[in-house]
């Protein structure tokens, strides 16, 4: 697909699509809760959908009017053994959360993705679930989907120090720990994204949460809820970048989630010396504007704690880093080789080709800037957020054109990009 080139005074407002965490884990906090549960503006996009899917072939009723989803739950022990194995299509959340709810399952399940899932580590999921007494198999004894898992009816809960920083491992965790007769404890490395905590206690349920330290009691009754997702500040992150890097932009984006454990790249765009407004306008339910305008930038150096809190938006941060002046350096983000690509050597690589100064690391990239970018020919490697990060690249390249390979990739979590990216006059 050729991309837009060449642009200029980026202008108006969008309001961003639903929050892709919230959207997955809306389906199954409905699935697994006691009566009814609504979802407004849950994102209808590739990954939320084999979401949904899988729930419908557990025996979960779930309607869609094309407004509201509704989904009739059960609780955990009504789920019904599959006809046939699922297919998680590329959705990394939508399998490592599964195995957890399906840690209490009496049948055996069989989950499947792509070619990208095929290579994501499941280990990390399944170690932990054993330890509870689930018993797990990947293809051929390995770690890798399609994945084959029994559950039990004698789930232990367990006390687990994470050797990662995840938040789909420690979701999967806390799903079997409800399942369970005890109390599960967990220590996370750094924190990650809290939306299954929050819901947990929006669904009726409890979880002690202090730091890194989390404990939960098993077979709590959940009671099926109104849900309102938030806009997702991932997908709201392109816009931003655009809105800083495009020559006479202003860009504002509303109903924004601003959980905290998300807004790592509002904090990095204020120490960048970009112009960044943020405006919280419904304080109870975490919800804000922002506002953008074309900036001067300073390279930072990004590492530690922050990276959970903007681990999927580092490929766009990579691109603002080639268009600010001075070093960038990424670290602490190893994380991102196991990503729907190695996120590393994806950004590095086409950015490369497009003029960039960019260097990969063991665990992140050394950027420096400020680089005029030009056309190529590059590919989204099948990771929606790599082919969008290549789209507003383009936007800045003034010389030759950029042809993306891969660019229906977009659609896993964000449909109607091109679109949104229309709404703000790229011709
Ligand atoms: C997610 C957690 C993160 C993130 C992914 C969504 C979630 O993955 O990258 O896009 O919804 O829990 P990890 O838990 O592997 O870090």
Do not use: W
């Amino acid at each position: 697909m050729k991309l837009l080139t060449n642009q200029k005074n980026l202008s108006g407002s969008l309001e961003v699509p639903g929050d892709k965490s919230i959207s997955h884990r809306s389906i199954m906090f409905g699935s697994i809760a006691q009566g009814t549960t609504t979802i407004h503006k849950f994102l209808r996009a590739d990954d939320c959908m084999s979401t949904l899917a899988l729930f419908r072939s557990l025996g979960v009723q779930i309607e869609d009017d094309g407004q509201v989803i509704t989904v009739h739950g059960k609780g955990f022990s009504k789920l019904h053994a599959p006809k046939e194995p699922l297919n998680v299509g590329n959705s990394g959340t939508t399998i490592r959360l599964a195995m957890g709810i399906l840690a209490g399952s009496l049948f055996e399940t069989t989950l499947f993705g792509d070619a990208s899932i095929a290579k994501r580590p499941m280990n990390r999921v399944m170690l932990p679930l054993e330890k509870m007494g689930v018993t797990c198999k990947g293809i051929k004894g390995s770690e890798f989907p399609p994945i084959t898992i029994q559950g039990t009816s004698h789930l232990q809960p367990i006390k687990y120090e994470m050797p990662v920083a995840s938040a789909q491992v420690k979701s999967a965790i806390l799903f079997a720990g409800l399942q369970t007769k005890g109390e599960t404890v967990l220590i996370e490395k750094e924190q990650t994204r809290n939306h299954t905590e929050e819901m947990i206690r929006q669904f009726g349920g409890s979880i002690e949460t202090s730091g890194k330290k989390i404990k939960i009691k098993g077979k709590q009754q959940l009671k099926g809820q109104e849900v309102i997702v938030p806009g997702d500040i991932s997908s709201a992150a392109f816009f931003l970048v655009a809105g800083l890097i495009v020559p006479g932009s202003h860009i504002v984006l509303e109903n924004v989630g601003l959980n905290p454990t998300r807004t790592g790249i509002i904090e990095v765009i204020e120490q960048m010396g970009g112009k960044i407004f943020v405006q919280e306008t419904d304080k109870e339910n975490q919800l804000g504007t922002i506002r953008v305008e074309t900036s001067e930038l300073k390279g930072i150096e990004i590492g530690g704690a922050l990276i959970p809190r903007l681990i999927d938006e580092l490929p766009i941060i990579a691109l603002l880093a080639t268009q600010a002046t001075g070093e960038t350096i990424i670290r602490d983000a190893q994380e991102l080789k196991v990503k729907e690509t190695n996120r590393i050597d994806a950004v590095a690589k086409e950015l490369g080709t497009l003029g960039a100064s960019i260097e990969p690391t063991d665990d992140g990239l050394i950027i420096q800037g400020k680089t005029a970018l030009h056309g190529g020919q590059v590919t989204s490697y099948g990771d929606h957020r790599i082919g969008m990060m290549l789209q507003i690249a383009a936007l800045i390249v003034t010389q030759g054109t950029v042809e993306l390979e891969k660019a229906e990739a977009v659609s896993v979590s964000y449909p109607e990009f091109f679109k949104d990216l229309a709404k703000l006059g790229v011709k």
